[in-house]
């Protein structure tokens, strides 16, 4: 007997992976910490390391200074939030990286994260810590941040997502199709876990981490939620000028839940920009999210007298120029 639309499965179900985020250079040089505060501190905490991708994950932090822990996407890396943690470090911020398997569950990523963040609470003096997640870092992030376990963190949290399909990834529906479970004889399930990992049954529009959003600690104390419009978009374009592909990965439908979007301390912004353009590349300055960050508070403003200096640094970091 012929299963039908096992094609569309497993085409939907590679989509679901999400988008790489493709850089081209090597992410192994240590952070320029020129501006960042004396570490009196060294800390060897499982999954939280230096965002880059050099074998050595120890931490070398100022206790007394609050901490921003990155939260990357899935086909990514810590490395590739070395520019942004740059940045920080020219406004003297300190930044460190989760690192996760992006097809483990994502709730198991989550409370990996969580007790990483508690660990390191446990080493430093002030209490600020933030985590900013991208794509499906920020659902992660926000899982870490909910629940009884974030309570135990003690910590005044504040939490940035950009991009994350909190509604489940369009894509994957077929993942959570009953109908498509029975016609196929059971083999969705088998199809969805070979192509994006055991996170498949959290990921798709019915699943339960996606319908029934834990509350957040009351500990989270900001919540910014930046949603990408990414239509029109392009991430790579021809000698011509023509978009070669595209940079359109969620749906504003896809970013939206209502379950989460009514829940204090929510802030919510929508912004024009691409999936990767908003946290830029080796093509892209992320000039929106900097902007959002700084105007938000999440990251430091940049002083009259450096501004030039700071431009210099992002063309340098994200283009390669200079």
Same mark, same amino acid.
């Given at each position: 007997m012929r299963t039908p639309h096992l !094609? #569309?499965? @497993?085409f939907c179900a590679w989509l679901a992976g999400c988008a790489a985020v493709p850089d081209e250079r090597e992410a192994t040089a240590p952070i320029d910490g020129r501006r960042l505060p #004396? !570490?009196?501190v060294e800390l060897a905490i499982a999954g939280l390391g230096p965002c880059t991708d050099a074998a050595d994950r120890t931490l070398h932090l100022d206790s007394r200074q609050p901490v921003n822990v990155l939260v990357h996407g899935c086909f990514s890396s810590a490395g590739r939030f070395r520019a942004l943690a740059q940045v920080y470090a020219f406004q003297g911020q300190q930044a460190v990286c989760f690192s996760y398997d992006d097809r483990d569950r994502l709730s198991k990523s989550a409370a990996q994260l969580t007790a990483a963040l508690a660990q390191l609470r446990q080493h430093t003096q002030s209490r600020d810590l933030t985590v900013i997640g991208h794509s499906q870092g920020g659902l992660v992030a926000r899982r870490a941040l909910a629940g009884a376990a974030a309570d135990a963190i003690d910590a005044d949290l504040r939490l940035v997502t950009i991009s994350a399909p909190y509604a489940g990834i369009g894509a994957a529906d077929h993942c959570g199709s009953r109908v498509l479970r029975v016609a196929s004889l059971g083999l969705v399930a088998p199809i969805c876990h070979l192509v994006t990992g055991a996170k498949w049954s959290e990921i798709h529009f019915a699943s339960r981490f996606i319908r029934e959003p834990a509350a957040l600690s009351p500990r989270v104390r900001e919540f910014l939620k930046l949603e990408t419009d990414e239509r029109d978009s392009c991430r790579r374009h021809d000698e011509h000028g023509d978009c070669r592909e595209d940079d359109y990965v969620f749906s504003l439908a896809e970013q939206r839940q209502p379950a989460i979007d009514g829940r204090a301390p929510i802030m919510v912004q929508e912004v024009r920009a691409g999936h990767v353009e908003i946290v830029g590349n080796a093509r892209t300055v992320p000039d929106k999210l900097i902007a959002i @960050? $700084?105007? +938000?508070?999440? @990251?430091?403003a940049t002083e009259p007298e450096r501004r030039v200096a700071f431009e210099a640094l @992002? $063309? +340098?970091l994200y283009l390669g120029e200079g």
């Open positions: !094609p #569309a499965v @497993l #004396a !570490p009196d @960050l $700084q105007q +938000r508070g999440f @990251l430091a @992002l $063309q +340098r």
